[in-house]
């Protein structure tokens, strides 16, 4: 479905909230790696919705009031899914993507009635002191591809994160190319600052999930 407006630009994809609810998605026809929603996101921010985080039934919202950053949000659906539940989110991305993301945050607004969620230039490697104090969570979906990214990403996530911080990555495995190499690299210098946890499958979306895309768990090492 086209979004109509200005210039035609978009097309919508829906996400479908547990509660029923739809999470409306813009993207670009034309554009680089942010402009689309990637399987990643969907599964990240599905899993966001798990029961271990949030179950309404049983009065269970890890998310309300916690303070989120998501890194290379893209058209930002795992920071509006994280929104919607109540959490006060910044996402983040490179100034040519802002657009987007307040189209996508504006589009969602009658969702968001506990949370609240802005979109802020963040360029990875430079300062992040509009970012504290250390936020509760950092959300970030497939954002390990480029090798000259990988050091300034993590830089961010060490500058971030504070002994409390719970960084949550998702990302596709991917075997072509560069990639293997590219992640072999991001999880070496992660893991000289960062204890790693991967997530079962168990513990997924039982519907959004698949073998290929994995969910991490990163703390700070004390």
């Known amino acids: 479905m086209a979004l109509q ?14 509660d029923g609810s739809l ?10 790696v942010g402009c689309v929603v990637w399987d990643a996101a969907i599964v990240l921010a599905k899993y966001l919705e798990t029961k271990q985080f949030y179950d309404p039934s049983s009065g269970v919202n890890l998310w309300a ?6 890194l290379g949000a893209g058209t930002g659906v795992v920071g509006l ?3 919607t539940l109540g959490a006060n989110v910044n996402v983040t991305d490179l100034e040519d993507l802002q657009t987007l993301l307040k189209v996508n945050i504006q589009g969602n607004r009658a969702l968001i009635s506990g949370g609240s969620i802005t979109n802020k230039v963040l360029k990875w490697g430079e300062d992040v002191s509009g970012f504290l104090p250390h936020p509760n969570y950092v959300l970030m979906a497939d954002c390990i591809y480029y090798k000259q990214s990988v050091t300034p990403l993590v830089e961010t996530l060490k500058l ?12 596709e495995q991917r075997t072509e190319g560069i990639n293997p190499k590219v ?10 600052s960062f204890n790693c946890e991967e997530i079962p499958l168990s513990k997924h979306d039982s519907e959004f999930s698949s073998p290929d895309i994995h969910i991490l768990h990163f703390k700070k090492k004390v």
């Open 183 to 192: 992640e072999k690299q991001f999880f070496e210098l992660l893991q000289q």
């Open 81 to 83: 899914m994280a929104a």
């Open 65 to 70: 009031g916690q303070r989120v950053v998501e």
């Open 23 to 32: 999470l409306t998605v813009c993207q670009c026809y034309m554009g680089d």
């Open 5 to 18: 407006g200005e210039d035609n630009n978009y097309f919508v994809r829906q996400i479908e909230k547990n």
């Open 160 to 171: 971030l994160s504070g002994p409390e911080t719970c960084i949550i990555c998702c990302y």
